[in-house]
């Protein structure tokens, strides 16, 4: 009976263990098949360290290596660096309350300064755009702008001081100090004088005293000869450098003895000059009524006597350049004259109408345009202005009476 118990025990124990291994093996094959093939690989042992005696790991992959996100080969692939970008053109800065466009306007625009007075020389204010008509070769302009300049001055003092006669150089000398006077601390003066050729004496300077200390050089005269014509036309040549409106205040006899240039070649630098006006001063006026009265005519360079015909002929080509330019020439008799006279000079300067027009005639061709402005009341007819008194006043316009319509070299 025990035989059989242990008997039918051992039956049963060989059976429960044949089931539990047949368990085993189930659980083990299920389990192989949810393990990744990678993860079997890593649970491999590795063979130990030379070094330590550690398990050596493989050297990771190249960057780019296994495409799973589990154990530690999993890194990231190197991204693909890329070219950069083209520079971007800078693009100017763009100031407030301008365009974002441009334009190109080839006609051209004529600027013409004028001045008006009354007979005795004072400055007719208040006037409007409407008081102005303006006309080019006889035909009538459209004023564009008009404005009235009140503003500093930028002019050249050329002086005649050359061994000619002692009361030239004397009243040349008085003519410019009252020029000087007259500056103020804004404008911009330049000093030259004359003989056979033009010197420099100060160049553009603020400075009052520099321009009297320029005067002060003028004591020992040294050549006898006047070459106005080769002076004006050096000194027009160095305004066409500086911007803007410029003026020639030229204190002379007016006599030119031996210049290179004929009055020709001078009027027409004249013409083709822009933005200058120029106001001459006579000086001489009382030696040569003196010698005159006497029947003889004034000396001059070395004592050598100039001809009346030679000094109206001056005279007349000082009115020229003037009214070219759109200034007003002078002929002092008396040296109390001469205070007065830059006063009025000064005020011309510093007071004037500025028109500008685009011309019906927009043509570059070279050719010389004849310019006339006129002064009329708002509705065309004549204008009146009163002096302090009440009493009726003429009134004087000084305008350039042209300009060559050539291409801008600015």
């Known amino acids: 009976m025990l035989a059989n118990f242990l008997t039918r025990n051992r039956r049963s124990s060989s059976q429960d263990l044949a089931t539990w291994m047949l368990a085993a ?9 949810v393990i990744p093939a990678s993860a079997q690989d890593q649970s491999q042992t590795a063979p130990p360290d030379s070094d330590n005696g550690k398990p050596k790991q493989d050297a990771p992959a190249e960057a780019g290596g296994p495409g799973g996100d589990i154990g530690p080969y999993s890194i990231p692939k190197k991204k693909t660096e890329e070219a950069p970008p083209p520079p971007q053109p800078i693009s100017p800065k763009k100031v407030e309350g301008m365009p974002d466009y441009s334009i190109r306007v080839n006609a051209p625009l ?85 003989d056979m050729q033009p010197h420099l004496l100060v160049d553009f300077t603020q400075d009052k005293k520099a321009v009297y ?37 030229l204190v002379t006899t007016g006599v030119d003895t031996f210049s290179k240039l004929t009055l020709d070649k001078i009027t027409k630098k004249i013409k083709d000059t822009k933005d200058v006006t120029i106001f001459p001063v006579s000086v001489g006026w009382i030696i040569r009524e003196m010698y005159e009265a006497r029947g003889r005519a004034a000396p001059h360079g070395m004592g050598i006597p100039v001809s009346n015909m030679d000094y109206l002929q001056a005279d007349n080509e000082m009115r020229t350049f003037a009214a070219m330019t759109g200034g007003r020439a002078y002929f002092p008799r008396f040296e109390g004259e001469m205070p007065e006279l830059f006063h009025d000079i000064s005020t011309d300067i510093r007071n004037q109408y500025s028109i500008t027009y685009r011309p019906t005639n927009d043509k570059l061709d070279g050719t010389y345009r004849k310019l006339k402005v006129q002064v009329v009341a708002p509705d065309g007819g004549q204008l009146k202005v ?25």
Not at 25 to 33: D, G, H, I, K
Request: glycine share 4%; net charge neutral.
């Open 110 to 194: 004529v600027n013409v300064d004028v001045l008006v007075t009354t007979k005795t020389g004072q400055f007719v204010p208040n006037l409007k755009q409407d008081n102005f008509r303006l006309y080019e070769d006889g035909a009538p302009q459209s004023i564009s702008s008009f404005t009235v300049s009140k503003a500093p001055i930028t002019a050249v003092l050329l002086v005649e001081f050359a061994s000619t006669n002692y009361a030239f150089m004397i009243q040349a000398l008085q003519a410019s100090y009252s020029f000087a006077n007259t500056l103020q601390k804004d404008d911009w003066i330049a000093v030259s004088y004359y």
């Open 213 to 249: 200390g320029a005067l002060n050089q003028l004591r020992i005269p040294g050549f006898s000869e006047t070459n106005l014509f080769d002076a004006l036309y050096d000194t027009l040549d160095r305004l066409d450098r500086v911007q803007g409106k410029k003026y020639i205040i």
């Open 386 to 410: 009163k002096d302090q008194k009440g009493k009726d006043q003429k009134i004087e316009v000084v305008a350039r009476d042209g300009y060559t319509a050539r291409h801008s070299v600015d």
């Open 25 to 33: 093996v189930v659980s083990l094959s299920l389990l192989c098949s």
